[in-house]
T-cell receptor
Framework: GQSLEQPSEVTAVEGAIVQINCTYQ??????LSWYQQHDGGAPTFLSY????GLEETGRFSSFLSRSDSYGYLLLQELQMKDSASYFC????????????FGKGTTLSVSS | DAGVTQSPTHLIKTRGQQVTLRCSPI?????VSWYQQVLGQGPQFIFQ???????GRGNFPDRFSARQFPNYSSELNVNALLLGDSALYLC?????????????FGPGTRLTVT
């Protein structure tokens, strides 16, 4: 089957850097995605890695190592508005292009 | 441009009843997926439709069904509701050929079963 593991909670202060790790098991790999979800809101796409290495988008970066079945999301210059849940996701091999999500990491940013 | 829309926003039903949730994808998006999100968990895949055909189904009982209309909107039906069906139901759409990495989610329908 397919599964993803990520820490349940992470805390940090404004201006800091935080890394959210994700390890995955999947029979066929098509890339690792990251989504952000604020309380009561819709998940929104943050980044996608299909190949090994680092992808940078503003304050957020995402890394992938396919040989280690591992990736991480790096958030820099943290702001209070970054407090949210972050999910890693892979494609569901049995279901077209649908996604399998991890359980999510709740990030709390304090001042 | 309008994003993915879902209706209703909130819904309260009693055990044994049936419910229909609706979703309109972003204009031009032909693929619609449904997810169930229980509090404290990640979204769990229920169905995917593309060009009005079912392309995938998650591990959900037959009480769950869905369909996609010619205008690419979609409905999710749940029969014989159980307390455990209480969750946020999310609809997501994506562009054809975009692959799976970017799905656009609607605000969800919060279903409470009492």
């Amino acid at each position: 089957g397919q599964s993803l593991e990520q820490p349940s909670e992470v805390t940090a202060v404004e201006g800091a850097i935080v890394q959210i790790n994700c390890t995955y098991q999947t029979s066929g790999f098509y890339g690792l995605s990251w989504y952000q979800q604020h309380d009561g809101g819709a998940p929104t796409f943050l980044s996608y890695n299909a190949l090994d290495g680092l992808e940078e988008t503003g304050r957020f970066s995402s890394f992938l190592s396919r040989s280690d079945s591992y990736g991480y999301l790096l958030l820099q210059e943290l702001q209070m508005k970054d407090s949210a849940s972050y999910f890693c996701a892979v494609r569901d091999d049995q279901a077209g292009t649908a996604l399998i999500f991890g359980k999510g990491t709740t990030l709390s940013v304090s001042s | 441009d309008a994003g993915v829309t879902q209706s209703p926003t909130h819904l309260i039903k009693t055990r044994g009843q049936q419910v229909t949730l609706r979703c309109s994808p972003i204009s031009g998006h032909k693929s619609v997926s449904w997810y169930q999100q229980v509090l404290g968990q990640g979204p769990q895949f229920i169905f995917q439709y593309y060009e009005k055909e079912e392309r995938g189904r998650g591990n959900f009982p037959d009480r769950f069904s869905a369909r996609q209309f010619p205008n690419y909107s979609s409905e999710l039906n749940v029969n014989a509701l159980l307390l455990g069906d209480s969750a946020l139901y999310l609809c997501a759409s994506s562009l054809p050929g975009q692959g799976t990495y970017e799905q656009y989610f609607g605000p969800g329908t919060r279903l409470t079963v009492t």
